[in-house]
């Protein structure tokens, strides 16, 4: 076969974001664009002679031909082998399981997460390193210089790989190893919880809905709660992965998934609903008539995770990223465990898991996972949340009002402005930054401002510095707003502010969020000047 080396020229804008490169699919499928950035990868890595690597996607529009071409040019640059699942699917967490199982040396993963997939929609390309996690900073980076260096990328030319049945082929010397991508991933799951007690939980009558969104979780979903877990027929629904996601955008929110919260708020609600986005790695958690957010949730789960086998010895820690709700930190505090406080990206928890000193991870943009994988598992925390209801035979709500009568609770709210001019968002954030040491002791709005300060993180294992991960400010009382600019977006900017409030009075732990937290979103309003400088009068997006 002929291994053919094609002469480009370095694109603009080919730089990693917060979870990968993503773009408009459009912008992928023009002539090298695709094929100068997975070169870009193997020349940021050092290369992939020798290599063997895991490949697979969420199944949006374009994932089978880009995975040909991924194919095409590992086997060009002399990789050993390439476990890829069929039909180029694979979930994020299992990819990343796959990685690990495996010994690969990485693997690359074809998704632009909860974006909706189509040629008019976003694709994207992530690169994960031997420990099944995302590529941290200087690996990206390193990718990065890469794509502003590049001058040829190779590729073979041959037939398409058939990746339709399990089995191997070769590809000019390559061994290409076609996997059932559900089937290691369910064995994972079997080690961590008790699959009896799940399956006696369904047997005695609990109902559940899991929206897979069109998605690639469906196959996993249905193998594991309706196959090994007994949930009747119809427990999973929209699971068949489809390029476009059915028309719909797949992230697991109330807003977008929004049937399923329909449902569980309506009179004929099962006693459980769960969600999952569209590479299978974030989730949203349901039960009837409470929806339970992704903060509260990852503290409930790291409260009541010692039910579950694969946890019963205890957590070494907890780490979330720093938008993320106080929530966890009161459960780390009762554990005796420290809890570690991350900029926003899975990519930050990597080395505090490897190195043991976090079990359990989590984001409010309802992301929860621990150190099975490297990723965050939206199917796995659905999982620990049956294992618990299982064990504890109680609703999602009376576990949620106990864990706010034992712990208090942090009321929480993310504000998103989507799409805005990106020039305006920049200057926001820069003139909000300039007045930083003088916002202590003003009142705003009648908030007292109590500190302001831009997040940086020294990773205390590598040591590595990420400086400008979002602006705090603390109010008297305790609450918070953090504004952060979104690294995920294909189009302008998205600003999102964060808004937070602790309450620990019993009388006063049953509100609505956002009429709990009015006081500080008209503060973060107006010292920020969002509506003057956005052009907008409301959020687009409130979770
Ligand atoms: C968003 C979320 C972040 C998450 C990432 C990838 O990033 O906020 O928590 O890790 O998607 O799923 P952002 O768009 O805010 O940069
Ligand atoms: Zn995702």
Redesign the pocket.
């Known amino acids: 076969m002929k291994i053919t080396t094609v002469k480009t020229q370095p694109i603009d804008g080919q730089k990693p974001g917060t979870?990968g490169l993503r773009k408009k699919t459009r912008q992928f499928m023009q002539p090298h664009y695709l094929e100068n950035f997975i070169q870009s990868i193997w020349n940021g890595i050092g290369g992939v002679h020798d290599k063997v690597l895991v490949l697979g996607g969420d199944g949006r529009y374009f994932n089978d031909r880009a995975a040909q071409v991924v194919l095409r040019m590992a086997a060009a640059s002399g990789a050993a082998r390439v476990i890829v699942g069929q039909g180029a699917l694979l979930s994020?967490p299992a990819a990343s399981n796959l990685i690990r199982q495996r010994r690969a040396d990485g693997g690359i993963i074809l998704?632009a997460?909860?974006n909706p997939g189509g040629p008019d929609e976003d694709f994207g390309v992530k690169y994960n390193i031997s420990n099944g996690g995302p590529a941290p900073e200087d690996v990206t980076n390193r990718i990065f210089a890469a794509t502003q260096e590049i001058s040829e990328y190779h590729i073979v030319e041959a037939q398409d790989v058939d990746l339709s049945r399990p089995g191997k082929t070769a590809l000019a010397g390559m061994v290409v190893e076609v996997v059932d991508p559900v089937v290691d991933y369910k064995e994972l799951m079997q080690g961590l919880f008790d699959f009896d007690a799940i399956r006696a939980l369904f047997a005695s009558g609990f109902q559940m809905r899991f929206d897979a969104m069109h998605a690639v979780t469906g196959p996993y979903a249905r193998a594991i709660i309706e196959g090994e877990l007994g949930a009747p027929a119809g427990s999973v629904i929209n699971a068949t992965p489809s390029p476009d996601f059915g028309g719909g955008h797949p992230d697991p929110n109330p807003i977008w998934a929004k049937p399923l919260m329909d449902l569980m708020m309506g009179a004929e609600a099962p006693d459980f609903g769960a969600a999952s986005?569209?590479?299978?790695?974030?989730n949203m958690i349901v039960g009837r008539g409470c929806y339970v957010t992704p903060s509260d949730s990852l503290a409930v789960l790291a409260a009541n995770a010692h039910m579950a086998p694969g946890y019963r010895h205890g957590l070494k820690g907890i780490a979330r990223s720093m938008p993320t709700s106080g929530a966890a930190d009161r459960v780390a505090e009762a554990l005796g465990i420290p809890c570690f406080e991350t900029p926003t990206g899975w990519k930050f928890f990597g080395t505090l898991l490897d190195a043991g000193r976090a079990t359990i991870c989590g984001e409010e943009s309802a992301g929860t996972g621990s150190d099975h994988v490297r990723e965050?598992d939206g199917l796995w925390a659905v999982l620990l949340w049956l294992n618990i209801l299982a064990a504890r035979r109680v609703s999602v709500a009376s576990l949620i009002a106990e864990h706010w009568a034992r712990f208090g609770r942090n009321y929480y709210s993310r504000h998103d402005y989507e799409g805005i001019d990106s020039t305006a968002a920049t200057r926001l954030m820069d003139d909000l930054r300039a007045r930083l040491p003088d916002l202590p002791g003003q009142v705003v709005a009648g908030m007292t401002v109590s500190g302001a300060d831009e997040f940086a993180y020294d990773d205390p294992v590598d040591g590595s510095h990420t400086g400008g991960q979002g602006i705090r400010i603390g109010f008297d009382g305790g609450g918070r707003a953090v504004f952060r600019l979104s690294g995920t977006g294909t189009q302008g900017a998205t600003l999102r502010v964060y808004l937070e409030r602790y309450e620990s009075d019993a009388a006063r732990l049953g509100m609505e969020s956002q009429e709990a937290l009015a006081g500080i979103i008209a503060a973060a309003g107006e010292l920020a000047g969002i509506r003057a400088r956005t052009g907008r009068e409301s959020p687009d997006v409130i979770t």
Request: hydrophobic share 0%.
């Open positions: 979870s994020t998704s997460s909860h986005d569209g590479d299978g790695d974030r965050k």
